[in-house]
């Protein structure tokens, strides 16, 4: 998967589009990534004994890793990658500048 906990994408797809925020969860089995507030999806939950408040409960919903493109802070929008091996270590390079974009 060309996406990793951490990294800060741009939603390029759905209701969100055009969004940038941080990945949350990284799902790399089902191919879905959690952004912070994208998808955000409202949940009426109930008093129990672990959470005592109860109410609306709004939190982050789960998006197609391909709905999503790594965001570059120099160009400022979401870029396609490719991964290259550089010094024995695989890393995320964009495609248009070929800047690297793992730290």
């Known amino acids: 998967m060309h996406i990793k906990t951490g990294d800060k994408v741009q939603v390029i797809k759905g209701k969100d589009r055009g969004k940038v925020g941080k990945v949350l969860v990284a799902l790399p089995k089902k191919n879905r990534v959690i952004v912070e507030g994208v998808n955000v999806q409202i949940k009426h939950q109930k008093p129990t004994s672990?959470?005592?408040?109860?109410?609306?409960?709004?939190?982050?919903?789960?998006?197609?890793a391909s709905n999503v493109l790594l965001y570059?802070?120099?160009?400022?929008?979401?870029?396609?990658?490719?991964?290259?091996?550089?010094?024995?270590?695989?890393?995320?390079?964009?495609?248009?500048?070929?800047?690297?974009?793992d730290k």
């Not at 005592?52 to 998006?63: F, K, L, N, Y």
């Not at 091996?85 to 974009?101: A, H, I, M, N, P």
């Open 72 to 101: 570059d802070e120099k160009l400022g929008r979401g870029v396609r990658t490719r991964t290259e091996v550089q010094d024995g270590k695989k890393v995320r390079v964009s495609t248009k500048s070929g800047e690297k974009l």
């Open 50 to 64: 672990a959470t005592q408040q109860g109410g609306i409960v709004e939190r982050e919903g789960a998006i197609d």
